[in-house]
T-cell receptor, first 115, second 111 residues
Framework: GAVVSQHPSRVICKSGTSVKIECRSL??????MFWYRQFPKKSLMLMAT?????????EQGVEKDKFLINHASLTLSTLTVTSAHPEDSSFYIC???????????FGQGTRLTVV | GIQVEQSPPDLILQEGANSTLRCNFS?????LQWFHQNPWGQLINLFY???GTKQNGRLSATTVATERYSLLYISSSQTTDSGVYFC?????????????FGKGTSLLVTP
């Protein structure tokens, strides 16, 4: 199956700082990448969808100025949590789909803790 | 939007037992996937199954698209099967097509 790598797997940052999370498709070109957020013992909630070379599209209620998404190439998308606050602490997971079909493959996730 | 309901929410099995997890969805879908989330949070693809039946080792899945449900069968369960099983269906959102997840079934397999 297709491999998606997410980095870092765990990050602790101070309140007010920014954190960048990378999502890479290692063995395929991902025209579309997705960012999800998961709270403890909860399901995954879609935050935004990004297509290579175009602006990300955000779900209702997701602050685009808080969560900056860049999809600069067919193998890399980044999520930057700007001016992080403790309420931004969560598990963030990216996924990617290929052109062949709509099966989605997920990265390992990033556990963000803002102190 | 499309609703995805999974049952049961929690399940405890003794090693060696079989189980069936269910996923109901409220509208027709182009894509349905089953995932296993391990204790470290990684989502493992189990099945891409918009319709029909597939088998992979001790796991199999059946989706009856016309009746809007999917079943995941786990046979001869092992402790390593523990974790959360998610069903996700493709839906149209603000950003195009994306997966909409159910709330999951939390499975614990005891020795």
């Amino acid at each position: 199956g297709a491999v998606v790598s997410q980095h870092p797997s765990r990050v602790i940052c101070k309140s007010g700082t920014s954190v960048k999370i990378e999502c890479r498709s290692l063995d395929f070109q991902a025209t579309t990448m997705f960012w999800y957020r998961q709270f403890p013992k909860k399901s995954l909630m879609l935050m935004a969808t990004s297509n290579e070379g175009s602006k990300a599209t955000y779900e209702q209620g997701v602050e685009k100025d808080k969560f900056l998404i860049n999809h600069a190439s067919l193998t890399l998308s980044t999520l930057t949590v700007t001016s992080a606050h403790p309420e931004d602490s969560s598990f963030y997971i990216c996924s990617a789909t290929t052109d062949m079909n709509t099966e989605a493959f997920f990265g390992q996730g990033t556990r963000l803790t803002v102190v | 939007g499309i609703q995805v309901e999974q049952s049961p929410p929690d399940l405890i099995l003794q090693e060696g037992a079989n189980s069936t997890l269910r996923c109901n969805f409220s509208d027709s879908v182009n894509n349905l996937q089953w995932f296993h989330q391990n204790p470290w949070g990684q989502l493992i693809n189990l099945f891409y199954i918009p319709s029909g039946t597939k088998q992979n080792g001790r796991l199999s899945a059946t989706t009856v698209a016309t009746e809007r449900y999917s079943l995941l069968y786990i046979s001869s369960s092992q402790t390593t099967d523990s974790g959360v099983y998610f069903c996700a269906v493709e839906r149209y959102s603000n950003s195009g097509y994306a997966l909409n997840f159910g709330k999951g079934t939390s499975l614990l397999v005891t020795p």
